[in-house]
């Protein structure tokens, strides 16, 4: 081997050949390959683990339900490494991807949320974790769809608004049941993220036409944070009916915290509501509950 190095490096000066020399040693010594270091992948060593043997998904929005991640590095050596989280439709994960600098010893922890359309079909579907050639899987109880008995026709319902400011104020907040403006900031009630434009909207997608005579809006009306300074102040009720929106009712200069629109009622394949102005100036739409009715 020394005599072909010699043949390679003649006529070399004294410098390049010692760092020929050292390069090719080095790797005879080591087979090869380099030690592992930070910035570099050592996923073959790392750990997958969860916190429960199975997670339960009830298919209703906002949801809290899922797991936590546990990605460690029982090596000696710090690293970079990614994990990769895949789910089968139609489960929806709240990230598919942690990537972390992991020092050595070190286990990282990652709350997954996981979620599913209401009409998803109950049984047990799987979530697989890799990281390399290390694997894990999770399985996923999808509980059947609750009934809605409350008469409420938005309960449960396909949401969407023009902006949502997450964590805190998803627009599936909206819809979630809870009336109590003193649970604002909980993940109950929608709040949008675009500070001083008007008009915000949020609107509801029935699952079937629905006869909708009555849309009862609550926005916030705390003691800390009473409607009259941050709640909203204008607004439009819209119903979609035979492809076209209609305005179906308006309000101006509210002060309350809850406000009921009747109206004639019509068959409407979506709700929206139009916000136009807040109390508290050129700042944010804040409505904690939004409810439909036949009347």
Known sequence: ????????????????????????VMLVTLGGTAPAM??????SRLTLAADVDQVTVNPIPCATQGFQLQFGNPGRSDVYA???????????????LVSSYLPAGYTLKVQIAVSAPRDTKPGTYTITVRSGSTRMSLPVRVEPAPVNDTGNLARYMTVAASSENLPSYPACGAIDGDTNSADWGTATGWNDSTKGSFPDWIQV????PENVGRVDLYTLDSVKYPASRYGLRDWDVQLQ???????????RGNVAGKVSSAFPAQTATAMRVET???NEGLTYSRIVELEAYAS
Do not use: C, N, Y
């Open 38 to 43: 930070a910035g570099s992948s050592a996923s």
């Open 1 to 24: 081997m020394l005599k072909t190095l010699r043949s390679r490096v003649a006529g070399m000066s004294r410098h390049r050949v010692f760092a020929v020399v050292a390069a090719t």
């Open 276 to 278: 136009q102005a807040s």
């Open 82 to 96: 990614d994990a990769f989280i895949e789910a089968p439709a139609p489960l929806k994960l709240s990230r598919p």
């Open 205 to 208: 997608t029935f699952d079937k």
């Open 241 to 251: 009916v035979g492809g076209v929106w209609q305005t179906v009712a308006e309000v």
